[in-house]
């Protein structure tokens, strides 16, 4: 039961351009949203995050959107660079029972091409 | 200066065998994770401790023991692993008790295989 579908598993870009990773969810009770960067063999960094009162949240060449009615979170990155080539985890948590609970999607590979 | 590291990077080893992972942060951190990414890339919670306090235990088999001698380690004992126990094995802290506001800083992963 998926509850965050990132449905590309890879993305590919050219050096400068916009690479935009889209992730899906199911549950509305999500509150928070944050993305996760990871390169191979190292654990899974924090990128960037937003929370379900916001629609847009901007940090250097990062940026995450979020469209509530449509269950759509995406993220941008301006001007790509090669050093942007990793894995991008979607994660989303809400609150049930009184705990936090957080769930990941299945990551996009993105693959910044100089 | 490593600030979550996780012991041993690889491991294989044979069904039915009993394995740990061990975990330190030097973060200070008050809360550590163990999380589980498996064939299908699914990063899935699987314990978190705060304060050497488990608050979170999600369904998994308790042949998984999670054990934390102090705030600064949280080790993960599997007895009888299986087949499906093969996965990667991902450590993590945070700097208070679970939120999803607190950054996670995650370990380099244990890779384990089971044969």
């Known amino acids: 039961d998926q509850q965050v579908k990132q449905n590309s598993p890879s993305l590919s870009v050219q050096e400068g351009r916009i690479s935009i990773l889209n992730c899906d969810y199911t549950?509305?009770?999500?509150?928070?949203f944050l993305w996760y960067k990871k390169y191979p063999a190292e654990g899974p960094t924090f990128l960037i995050s937003?929370?379900?009162?916001?629609d847009k949240n901007e940090d250097g060449r990062f940026t995450v959107f979020l469209n509530k009615s449509a269950k759509h979170l995406s993220l941008h990155i301006v001007p790509s660079q090669p050093g942007d080539s990793a894995v991008y985890f979607c994660?989303?948590?809400?609150?049930?029972?009184?705990?936090?609970?957080?769930?990941f999607g299945k990551g996009t590979k993105l693959t910044v091409n100089p | 200066d490593t600030a979550v590291s996780q012991t041993p990077k690889y491991l294989v080893t044979q069904m039915g065998n009993d394995k740990s992972i061990k975990c330190e942060q030097n973060?200070?951190?008050?809360?550590m994770y163990w999380y589980k990414q498996d064939s299908k890339k699914f990063l899935k919670i699987m314990f978190s401790?705060?304060?050497?306090?488990?608050?979170i235990n999600e369904t998994v088999p308790n042949r998984f023991s999670p054990k934390s001698p102090d705030k600064a380690h949280l080790n993960l004992h599997i007895n009888s692993l299986e087949l499906g126990d093969s996965a990667v094995y991902f450590c993590?802290?945070?700097?208070?008790?679970?939120?999803?506001?607190?950054?996670?800083?995650f370990g380099p992963g244990t890779r384990l295989t089971v044969l």
């Open positions: 549950n509305s009770m999500f509150d928070y």
């Open positions: 993590a802290s945070s700097q208070d008790g679970f939120r999803a506001t607190d950054t996670q800083y």
């Open positions: 994660a989303a948590s809400w609150t049930q029972g009184g705990s936090e609970k957080l769930v």
């Open positions: 973060l200070g951190h008050d809360t």
């Open positions: 937003i929370s379900s009162i916001k």
């Open positions: 401790y705060n304060n050497k306090e488990l608050i």
